[in-house]
Structures are given as structure tokens and as C-alpha cells.
């Protein structure tokens, strides 16, 4: 269920034996003038003469036209020859960038997803039909491909302490196979009618396109994307180049065209931001008592902080002096302790900085990590694990869950519910505002009401919240469902269970 990765080896110095090796067997050098700063004349200095001539590596970005000389980016062909990876050389920061797909170094393309399928032997078609089944192995499975990348790709000589490997970025994907490329297009059309949870009105985090959607932040991002336009766009191209490189018909194009036809993907970029706040949220120091503690003020103190902003926000939205006044008397503001709020700033330094997640670590970051105490300085790095990747799954099977598609129960079927509802509760929903709310329901969605502005914002989401209450939410769009598929794997390993309709070989 991976998809791209970032990986970085650091300290360059000490890989120096893998930096020789990406020079000598990847491609990517250029020529171009640049006008270099005074610094880096020592950087140049040190450059190797070939042929008497002076050598210099240095990245051009090409839209800025500026030249950095301590940057090299480089790629190459995979060792099974059908996917171009990258390296890139950060000098200024120590490290070495490898930053691909792993599902297209592995297959060639990312129609087939980074999983067991029914041609490995331990492949259960019950279990590996489920989306957490299959996120449950993942970790193990991209911690044993990230090792025999490094066997694979590199000579034996290139030693790869796994101490300075991190992992910077990581990305989950999942493929939902319909039965029709028009189906597929016209789910995405439905999820289209559905806000994100918690965006609300903030229209720049998300964005709609003809054949996508997408959700983005500057922690992560969410994207849902019809495969077949996106594979007639790129991937078919590459998939051409690498049949003419080979010779022969290695990618089935057809066939792949014809499957990603009938796939709606779902894609998380999981940042190094986002690693870090799922970590010193979730994992840091969770089984320490003190840290447990402390979190709980911090937590406190950051409720009262919002509740705070919430009344400031309401109090500046009336103009009415003598009603101001009202409100703010009605709505204090509520304190918080002197002691509790030094925890709170404490707590919050430490857990609001960012981090690298690394493949291997020692006893001593270890221990920084699980128990509090006082230490010389604050330790960046913590152990990329399956605790970890856990927590970036939930997030990836929230979203998901988040836009799924169900069928429109009729008036009638409502008005059953509510009744059934308030004849097995105390407290009463209010039956005929709601009846009268669902009626704009039956040709709009949710988010349509909510652009119209015919409910104030807390009466909208008062009705969303009582609706929920019997089993109808947001996602209740479609009047009558003839082409919704489950959120699984079922269809997707029917659909290539003989997998050399798609690819020659694998």
C-alpha cells in the first residue's frame, strides 16, 4: 500500500563508497554557465580535473535559472530495467535523496499497488482482501524492500549504515476498482459533493478538477484521482519508452489502459511535518508516567486556549456595543493556572519539533524517546516504526472511509428512522424541522445547503450532527446506487490475479 517514498542516507563521508557509485552508473549531468558566488570558490577548488579540463557538479533549477554547485541530481534505470529512479546530493546538508515510486520500481507502474498478490506464496485471498490486513504487513514489507533496495541497486562494496537512513516522506495509495470506466467517473462526480472533514469553508485546501480531487496542507496531502486519465497522460509514455528500450511488448499497454480505466485512486503524502506531529503526539514518551502527565495539562490548557479564541472570535462579529457587552458577560473568559500553563509551554516546545525518522537507532535516542528526564540537548532523531506507520494508516483509512459513497434513503425510510428514534430515546429530535431539512436534501447534498447559507453555521452543523444520529450523513448522496464497489481489495485481486495480462514479466 506504499507508494512513493523519500529516502535519505546522511553523512556523506561515511557513504562515500555509495556517492562514487551513483556518480559512476547515474546520468543526469548538465552543462550550463553560472555566475558562482564568492563561497563556493573553495567548493570549486576541490573539483576534479578530467583531461586537464576542471569538472564541476552543480544543480540548475530551471525555473528560477539559478545554479547551486553543491546540489547534483542524477537517475538511473532500475536493475530489473523497466523504472528510472533518482538520487539527489544535498553537499550543504549531508545527505543523499532517493525519492521514487515503490510500486512502479517494482512493477513497472502503480495500477498494481505495493502488496502480497495471489502469485506470492503466502497470499491469503480472504485476509489480503482487507485494506487494514494488507496496511497491517506494509510496514514490514517496505522495511524489508528499502534493505534489499540497497543490495540490489548498489555494488557490495557501498556499506549502508541504517542509523543515517531516514525517511522523510512517505506515501500510501489504494486503488478501488469498479466495474466500468464510467462508474468510476461518476463516483468521482458524487465524492466531488462531499467537504472534507474539519475544512470547512477553506476553499484553498481544497481543490477540484475534472477527473480529481484534491486536499492539501502543508503536513499532507489527500488526493482521489481517476488512474485511466492519469495513466493516458504519463505513465503510458513511459511504458512506451521502456518498450522501445527493451525491444519488446514488456508493458501490455492496452491492458493496462483498459484496468486503469476502471480505478478511482486514493493517494496520502505523509510529509515530514506530519510524521513528526503524528509522533510527538501519539508515541513520544507514551508509557512514561511524567510525560503522560504533562501531556494531559498540555492538553487542557490547549482546549481552554481554543474556547478562549472561539468567544474572542464571536465577540468581534457583533457590532452592537450593548450586546457585545452581553455576550461577554454571559461568555467568560476561562483562566488558566500559572503552573499549568508553564507545563503547557514546556510540553508544547518540545513536542512541536520536527523530527527524523530513521531505520535503525541506538539505546541512547532510545531512551530520550520513551522517558523523560534531563538530557543535554534535544535529540531530532527517533526510530521510523510500526507504531508509526500504524498512526499514518489510521489517517489513510479515515480518509478513505471519508468518501465513500451510499445511497439516499427516501423520505419515508427518514421519517421511520426519526420515529424509531425518539420512541427508544429521551431526549427527542426534532422531526418536522428535520423532515422539512431533508426535503432540500432530496436535490442537494449537504455541502450545497451549507454553500447556500440558509442555515447560520451552527445550525447547519447541529443538523448534520442529528442526522448522524440515524444513520445518515454527508456521504448519502446517490439517489439510486447501481455503481457503488466496497472499500477493499476483493475486485482489485479478481481483476489480476494472472498477472502476465498486464506485464510480461515482474
Given amino acids: 500500500m506504499v507508494d512513493t517514498i523519500i529516502i535519505r542516507v546522511h553523512d556523506l563521508r561515511k557513504h562515500r563508497d555509495l556517492i562514487n557509485f551513483v556518480n559512476i552508473n547515474f546520468k543526469g549531468s548538465s552543462k550550463h554557465t553560472a555566475i558562482v558566488p564568492i563561497e563556493d570558490a573553495e567548493e570549486l577548488r576541490k573539483s576534479p580535473l578530467m583531461d586537464d579540463k576542471l569538472m564541476v557538479d552543480y544543480f540548475r533549477n530551471t525555473k528560477t535559472g539559478t545554479h547551486l554547485v553543491r546540489y547534483k541530481s542524477q537517475d538511473r534505470l532500475n536493475t530489473s530495467g523497466h523504472y528510472y529512479f533518482h538520487a539527489f546530493e544535498n553537499r550543504d546538508k549531508d545527505y543523499l535523496e532517493f525519492n521514487f515510486s515503490v510500486p512502479k520500481y517494482k512493477w513497472g507502474t502503480n495500477i498494481l499497488v505495493f502488496a502480497r498478490h495471489m502469485w506470492d506464496k503466502e497470499f491469503v485471498f480472504y485476509h489480503h482482501s482487507s485494506l487494514e490486513y494488507n496496511l497491517n504487513e506494509s510496514y514490514d514489507l517496505i522495511i524489508s524492500f528499502i534493505k534489499s533496495f540497497f543490495l540490489k541497486e548498489f555494488s557490495d562494496q557501498c556499506i549502508i549504515d541504517y542509523s543515517c ?67 493516458a497522460k504519463t505513465d503510458k509514455r513511459e511504458h512506451q519508452k521502456i518498450n522501445k528500450v527493451k525491444g519488446y511488448e514488456h508493458f501490455k499497454i492496452d491492458e493496462l489502459q483498459s484496468l486503469a480505466d476502471r480505478i478511482l485512486r486514493y493517494e496520502v503524502t505523509i510529509r515530514s511535518s506530519m510524521l513528526s506531529y503524528l509522533y510527538n503526539n501519539s508515541l513520544f514518551r507514551r508509557k512514561c508516567p511524567v510525560h503522560k502527565a504533562r501531556y494531559e495539562v498540555y492538553t487542557k490548557v490547549e482546549s481552554i486556549e481554543a474556547k478562549n479564541m472561539r ?56 531512551r530520550f524517546n520513551t522517558e523523560s528526564g534531563k538530557y543535554p540537548h534535544f535529540e531530532p532523531r527517533a526510530k521510523f516504526s510500526k507504531g508509526l506507520f500504524k498512526e499514518c494508516s489510521k489517517l489513510f483509512l479515515e480518509f478513505i472511509k471519508e468518501f465513500q459513497i451510499t445511497e439516499k434513503p427516501s423520505l419515508s425510510c427518514v421519517s421511520d428512522r426519526l420515529d424509531d428514534y425518539n420512541n427508544s430515546h429521551y431526549k427527542k429530535l426534532p422531526k418536522k424541522a428535520m423532515m422539512k431539512f431533508y426535503e432540500l436534501l432530496q436535490n442537494n447534498s449537504f455541502e450545497e445547503i451549507k454553500k447556500k447559507n440558509l442555515y447560520s453555521r451552527a445550525t447547519y452543523y447541529r443538523y448534520l450532527n442529528r442526522f448522524e444520529e440515524i444513520g445518515v450523513t454527508k456521504n448519502n448522496v446517490i439517489i439510486l446506487d447501481h455503481i457503488s464497489v466496497p472499500a477493499d481489495l476483493r475486485q482489485y485481486h479478481t481483476t489480476i490475479f494472472n498477472k502476465s495480462n498486464f506485464l510480461r514479466s515482474a
Avoid: W
Fill in 165 to 231: 537512513v531516514e525517511i522523510n516522506r512517505i506515501d500510501l495509495a489504494y486503488n478501488q476498482v469498479f466495474h466500468c470506466r464510467e462508474n468510476a467517473l461518476e463516483y468521482l462526480e458524487y465524492q466531488k459533493k462531499i467537504r472534507k472533514k474539519h475544512s470547512r469553508s477553506d476553499i484553498r485546501n481544497f481543490r477540484e478538477y475534472e477527473t480529481s480531487l484534491m486536499y492539501v496542507t502543508k503536513r499532507y496531502s489527500l488526493k482521489i484521482y481517476h488512474k485511466g486519465s492519469e495513466y
Fill in 311 to 366: 468567544i474572542t472570535e464571536r465577540i468581534s462579529l457583533i457590532n452592537d456595543q450593548t450586546k457585545k457587552d452581553v455576550y461577554r458577560k454571559s461568555h467568560p473568559y476561562l483562566t488558566i493556572d500559572p503552573t499549568e500553563r508553564r507545563i503547557h509551554k514546556s510540553v508544547k516546545k518540545l513536542i512541536s519539533k520536527e523530527r527524523q525518522f530513521m531505520i535503525k537507532i541506538d539505546e541512547e535516542v532510545e
